[in-house]
């Protein structure tokens, strides 16, 4: 089968001066002009918009791309997955990219936020990262954790949402924002509801889940699952 399909390719190729597939569909986005970090660029792209389907959980058209033995491999149809110096010929670019029919990656109609098409800018890094060699180093991926605090991104949330009934002497059950002390403290009646460390014993992450049963008014507590994110990943690292 595969010589086949690869044979048709040439053929197109051919007789239209650019390969008629890219002539449908548009132009691949070029590389960045510019040196790209593996371990800071590009591994957040595969892990925000592939992992889910081609990780250590599920490995969709057998493909598994958090390691670099799975993520180089041939794929059924299409040639390497990844060939380095030449991003053009690569699939993942191609497909990344909308060039291969009923390919494009990831895949769109999924759930939201797990289909969202690379931007130009990131199909760019993944060109140049490819064409620039394709270095993967050995061994688990260190990546570098952003470090969420409390002042400069938990404060405006919390401020924003929730001071006009959490603030000062007068706060709905004793639980005010103003400060890290103050978050930190709890309410006079739920106590402290941030362990940190530990976001699934904060009960804090319940109210703003909307899964508290018995807060007052779950309609207010509730918070965007963006923010509610974020709450968890400062709780994970220790709340400080
Ligand atoms: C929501 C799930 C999902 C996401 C997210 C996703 N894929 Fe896929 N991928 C699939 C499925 C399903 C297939 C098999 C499709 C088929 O063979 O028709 C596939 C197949 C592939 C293949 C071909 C494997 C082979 O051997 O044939 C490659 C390469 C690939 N995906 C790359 C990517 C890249 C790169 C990303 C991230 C930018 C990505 N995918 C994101 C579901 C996903
Ligand atoms: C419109 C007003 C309002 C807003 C906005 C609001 N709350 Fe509340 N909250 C209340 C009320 C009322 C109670 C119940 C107080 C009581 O039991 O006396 C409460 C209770 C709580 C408690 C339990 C306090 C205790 O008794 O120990 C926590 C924790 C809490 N809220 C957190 C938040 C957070 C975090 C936000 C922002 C995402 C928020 N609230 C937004 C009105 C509000």
């Known amino acids: 089968m595969l010589p086949v399909v690869v044979a048709a390719v040439c053929a197109q190729g051919m007789i239209f001066a650019t390969s008629a597939v890219a002539q449908e569909k548009g132009k691949i986005p070029l590389p960045v002009p510019r040196k790209v970090d593996f371990v800071k660029e590009v591994y957040p792209i595969f892990k925000t918009s592939c992992f889910k389907c081609h990780g250590p959980e599920k490995q969709k058209g057998k493909y598994r791309m958090d390691t670099r033995e799975g993520a180089f491999k041939e794929t059924s149809d299409h040639g390497p997955a ?38 130009a800018e990131q199909i760019g890094i ?6 620039q060699g394709a270095i993967w180093p050995d061994g688990p991926i260190q990546e570098e954790v952003k470090l969420v605090g409390f002042e400069t991104e938990i ?3 919390l401020t924003a949402a929730c001071a ?4 000062g002497a007068t706060a709905e059950g004793n639980f005010s924002v103003d400060s890290l002390a103050t978050v930190l ?4 009646g739920y106590g402290k509801v941030i362990a940190p460390g530990d976001p699934a014993k904060s009960s804090l992450i319940t109210i703003l889940t909307g899964k508290d049963e018995d807060i007052p008014k779950p309609e207010v507590h509730k918070l965007t699952a963006k923010e509610v ?3 968890t990943e400062w709780i994970r690292q220790g709340a400080k």
Not at 185 to 188: A, D, F, I, R
């Open 155 to 157: 404060k405006p949330v």
């Open 82 to 119: 990844i060939i380095a110096g030449n991003s053009e010929k690569s699939a993942i670019v191609l497909m990344v990219a909308n060039q291969i029919d009923e390919m494009l990656m990831p895949p769109p109609g999924g759930k939201p936020g797990e289909s969202d098409p690379l931007t």
């Open 229 to 231: 994110n974020l709450i």
């Open 185 to 188: 403290e709890g309410g006079k």
């Open 126 to 131: 993944l060109r140049a990262w490819i064409d």
């Open 164 to 167: 006009k009934c959490h603030s």
